[in-house]
Nanobody
Framework: QVQLVESGGGLVQAGGSLRLSCAAS????????MGWYRQAPGKQRELVAT???????NYVDSVKGRFTISRDNAKNTVYLQMNSLKPEDTAVYYC?????????WGQGTQVTVSS
């Protein structure tokens, strides 16, 4: 059973920073496309950022220049560094792993940004 466990969420004031981590187990981590998604109350889940096995990254426009996704294949972990946080970044953040048409999700971690 693949496991993705997120951590690092919390409450932060606008302009602050948080670093999310997602530890993966029971997969060959280095071969997976890893991503972070988020879901705000009453809204659909949206893609935030992805990183390929080779380290290429992609971001939704609203977080470009503020968020950075990275991965450490030796630790089976993907990170999301979030700077200059805004109230509209408030959401549950989910880790995702995809390979060969199969995808896995973590349980999510809450990020709340106060104004």
């Amino acid at each position: 059973q693949v496991q993705l466990v997120e951590s690092g969420g919390g409450l932060v004031q606008a302009g602050g920073s948080l670093r999310l981590s997602c530890a993966a187990s029971r997969i060959i981590f280095s071969g997976y496309l890893m991503g972070w998604y988020r879901q705000a109350p009453g809204k659909q889940r949206e893609l935030v950022a992805t990183i390929t096995s080779g380290g290429s990254t992609n971001y939704v426009d609203s977080v470009k220049g503020r968020f950075t996704i990275s991965r450490d294949n030796a630790k089976n972990t993907v990170y999301l560094q979030m700077n200059s946080l805004k109230p509209e970044d408030t959401a549950v953040y989910y880790c995702n792993a995809q390979r060969g048409g199969r995808g896995y999700w973590g349980q999510g971690t809450q990020v709340t940004v106060s104004s």
